[in-house]
C-alpha cells in the first residue's frame, strides 16, 4: 500500500507546534462532549487521547498548568490515583481488556506530547492488539470512533 488516508489527523498535523496556550488547559475550558472528557474531580479530569493507542486510551490530567511531578500537591495526585483507579475499573467492565498500561511521559525526550502539563495515562490492552501495521508501518488501527467510547465510558463511569 502507498497511501494510508487519515483526513482526521489533518487539524493536529496543522495546528502542531502553532499554539502559544496549553491543550489541556483549554480543554478543560470546552464542554465534555466537546473535550471529550468524561469524568471531572476537584483537582483533576479524565479525557480520551484524541490520538488513543488503544480503544478506551484515556488521560488523567491536573486542571493546574504544573509541569513537573514533583510540583504536585499531595491532594492533586490522591485523586489523581483515585481517579486513575475509577477510571480502569470502568473500562475493565466497558472493555474487558487482559490488561493496563498506566504511566506517564515526563520530557519532550521521555515522549512527552505535551510537555508542560503532567497527565497520566491509562491504556486497556489485550494479547495481540500489537498488529502488523504497529510494528512495521508505525500505524494504529482503532476499531472504535471516538464519539462511541466516550458515550460507552461516560456512561459507565456515571453510573459508578
Not at 473500562?91 to 515522549?111: H, I, Q, S, T
Not at 512495521?136 to 456512561?155: A, G, Q
Request: aromatic share 10%; glycine share 8%.
Amino acid at each position: 500500500m502507498d497511501f494510508l488516508w487519515t483526513p482526521w489527523r489533518y487539524k493536529y498535523i496543522a495546528s502542531a507546534g502553532k499554539t502559544d496556550g496549553c491543550v489541556f488547559c483549554e480543554l478543560q475550558k470546552l464542554s465534555d462532549e466537546k473535550a471529550q472528557i468524561v469524568l471531572r474531580g476537584k483537582l483533576n479530569f479524565v479525557l480520551l487521547n484524541a490520538f488513543p493507542y488503544t480503544t478506551g486510551h484515556v488521560m488523567v490530567v491536573p486542571y493546574a498548568h504544573i509541569g513537573d511531578l514533583g510540583l504536585a500537591d499531595p491532594a492533586t495526585l490522591q485523586e489523581m490515583m483515585l481517579m486513575a483507579q475509577r477510571v480502569q475499573i470502568a473500562l475493565a467492565g466497558v472493555y474487558k481488556p487482559e490488561g493496563f498500561n498506566l504511566g506517564m511521559n515526563l520530557g519532550r525526550c521521555a515522549g512527552a506530547g505535551v510537555t508542560g502539563h503532567i497527565h497520566l495515562h491509562v491504556l486497556p490492552r489485550w494479547i495481540g492488539d500489537a498488529n502488523f501495521m504497529t510494528t512495521v508501518s508505525e500505524t494504529r488501527m482503532e476499531p472504535e470512533d471516538l464519539s462511541v467510547t466516550y458515550v460507552k465510558l461516560r456512561d459507565a463511569l456515571a453510573a459508578k
